[in-house]
């Protein structure tokens, strides 16, 4: 059989309208039997943050970022007509009418498929947070070596 | 066209009708044939697309009032090993 191709991509935005995005094309590339890594960096970090409980770090000025960049998928909103969660709120309904599977059940569909999260770890160095503040999904927590490793044999890189 | 299963994606749309596809597809033999239902008009591009990245045959694709009806033969599906268990 032939060697599986690969998919690469670095998911930077933490916006919801962005992940389903990136999650949509992760599932489709799973489903077409293509091996795909999601490398979560910079603001996405947040979608793959845990939803419960509090996020601990040190220092005044990285506690204040992370109550302000909470994260959490389930905090995600639009990027476009937020609206203070109204538009956001919305967009949900809109894609429930339809069927449309909900952030955290892409997610969760592509773990199931076998999409490899991986965690910038800079990111978290330069928020101050440490493994405990994501989900257990995730896979690995690595740098940029790890990502172009990935990414020079895949025929698919994607920057979101 | 006789199908040796139906699979139901009325109502769905990308990536669901695809995803659930390769995941019934993984149920069947080598040389069957599976028909799905759609209503999405995505269907008709994804579909083929899909068939010639995974290397499955598209026998053909009927359309009428209710949506499509999509015929993929099992051929020699090139997903992931812990898929098509």
């Known amino acids: 059989m032939a060697e599986k191709e690969r998919v690469t991509l670095i998911v930077f935005s933490g916006e919801l309208d962005k992940a389903l995005v990136a999650f949509n094309i992760a599932i489709g590339a799973a489903s077409s039997g293509m091996e795909v890594s999601m490398f979560f960096t910079f603001w996405g970090l947040n979608i793959i943050k845990r939803n419960e409980g509090s996020i601990h770090s040190k220092g005044i000025m990285r506690r204040m970022l992370n109550m302000m960049n909470r994260g959490g998928s389930k905090r995600t909103h639009l990027s476009k007509f937020h609206m203070m969660g109204l538009g956001t709120w919305m967009m949900k309904r809109l894609m429930k009418d339809v069927n449309s599977p909900q952030l955290e059940e892409l997610m969760a569909m592509a773990k199931e498929m076998g999409v490899k999260f991986i965690a910038c770890t800079t990111t978290m160095g330069i928020m101050g947070i440490g493994k405990d503040a994501f989900i257990p999904e995730v896979n690995s927590f690595a740098g940029v070596a790890t990502y172009l490793a990935e990414a020079r044999e895949g025929k698919i890189n994607l920057f979101i | ?85």
């Open chain 2, 1 to 85: 066209m006789k199908a040796d299963a139906t699979l139901d994606c009325i109502g769905l749309y990308c990536p669901l009708p695809i995803a659930h596809t390769a995941k019934k597809l993984k149920e069947l033999e080598v040389g069957q044939v599976l028909e799905i239902l759609a209503d999405d008009e995505g269907i008709k591009e994804d579909m083929p697309a899909w068939c010639k990245t995974t290397g499955n045959e598209l026998l053909g694709i009927e359309e009428d009032a209710g949506g499509y009806r999509v015929y993929v033969r099992k051929s020699r599906f090139d997903g992931r090993a812990d898929l098509r268990e």
